[in-house]
């Protein structure tokens, strides 16, 4: 679970994004996991905590995301891709080492681990194609291109406050020529599924791409709405 980029002021705010109720986050450790994905080996170091919170740990749901990329051969090279809500940069890191121009984004409090991981992973000439910073979702997202080939997020969608914020992030970011993958655990109480089936939709063409029942995670392709005069649909 990613932290979500949302505009947030003051400490009480940031806490509201990075849940540490009943001292879910009380115990903070490093943790250092290896993974094979598309061929490659990654090694991702996890900083648990109260001051990461959910940013810290590698989620299913974006492990399911890079199983997609491999099981379907998806061609990022040399494309322009965006992750959001990082956490670790898993999957932006997988990206970059499959040829993608990528930019990782998160909560600034998380980019630190962001940058640890990239440059942990990541060969001097694909650095030299990857950035990662900071994206306040519904604040600052004005000022990225919307020219992206594919914009990424893996288990960034379980705040419900923050979904009008994405939603608005996301039609900026998204071009007529972008293709959105978003994976993520179905929690129903989170309003996750009011987010997919509903929210979505409405903005955006949407489809399911990927179900696994046993962790209860979808993939969903979205792009740009098409109307019927075929023009698209930004806003």
């Given at each position: 679970?990613?932290?979500?980029?949302?505009?947030?002021?003051?400490?009480?705010?940031?806490?509201?994004?990075?849940?540490?109720?009943?001292?879910?986050?009380?115990?903070?450790?490093?943790?250092?996991?290896?993974?094979?994905?598309?061929?490659?080996?990654?090694?991702?170091?996890?900083?648990?905590?109260?001051?990461?919170?959910?940013?810290?740990?590698?989620?299913?749901?974006?492990?399911?995301?890079?199983?997609?990329?491999?099981?379907?051969?998806?061609?990022?090279?040399?494309?322009?891709?965006?992750?959001?809500?990082?956490?670790?940069?898993?999957?932006?890191?997988l990206?970059?080492?499959?040829?993608?121009?990528?930019?990782?984004?998160?909560?600034?409090?998380?980019?630190k681990?962001?940058?640890?991981?990239?440059?942990?992973?990541?060969?001097?000439?694909?650095?030299?194609?990857?950035?990662?910073?900071?994206?306040?979702?519904?604040?600052?997202?004005?000022?990225?291109?919307?020219?992206?080939?594919?914009?990424?997020?893996?288990?960034i969608?379980?705040?419900?406050?923050?979904?009008p914020?994405?939603?608005?992030?996301l039609?900026?970011?998204?071009?007529?020529?972008?293709?959105?993958?978003?994976?993520?655990?179905?929690?129903?109480?989170?309003?996750?599924?009011?987010?997919?089936?509903?929210?979505?939709?409405?903005?955006?063409?949407?489809?399911?791409?990927?179900?696994?029942?046993?962790?209860?995670?979808?993939?969903?392709?979205?792009?740009?709405?098409?109307?019927?005069?075929?023009?698209?649909?930004?806003?």
């Open positions: 679970m990613a932290a979500p980029r949302v505009a947030v002021d003051g400490e009480g705010a940031l806490e509201s994004v990075f849940p540490r109720e009943l001292g879910l986050f009380a115990d903070a450790f490093t943790a250092e996991t290896r993974y094979r994905l598309c061929g490659r080996e990654l090694s991702i170091v996890q900083h648990h905590g109260s001051r990461l919170g959910v940013a810290a740990p590698v989620w299913e749901a974006a492990l399911a995301l890079c199983d997609y990329f491999e099981e379907h051969k998806l061609n990022f090279w040399g494309k322009k891709v965006i992750e959001l809500g990082a956490g670790t940069g898993i999957v932006g890191i990206v970059a080492l499959l040829g993608g121009n990528v930019t990782i984004t998160d909560l600034p409090v998380a980019l681990q962001i940058e640890e991981n990239v440059h942990r992973n990541l060969p001097a000439e694909y650095l030299a194609r990857t950035k990662v910073c900071a994206l306040s979702w519904g604040l600052d997202h004005m000022e990225f291109p919307s020219d992206y080939d594919f914009i990424l997020g893996a288990d969608v379980y705040l419900k406050d923050t979904y914020s994405l939603i608005r992030t039609q900026h970011l998204c071009g007529p020529q972008s293709t959105i993958y978003l994976s993520s655990k179905m929690r129903q109480e989170h309003s996750t599924v009011l987010f997919f089936e509903t929210l979505l939709p409405m903005h955006f063409t949407s489809k399911l791409a990927f179900r696994d029942e046993n962790e209860n995670i979808n993939i969903y392709k979205v792009s740009q709405r098409v109307t019927p005069d075929h023009s698209y649909v930004t806003g």
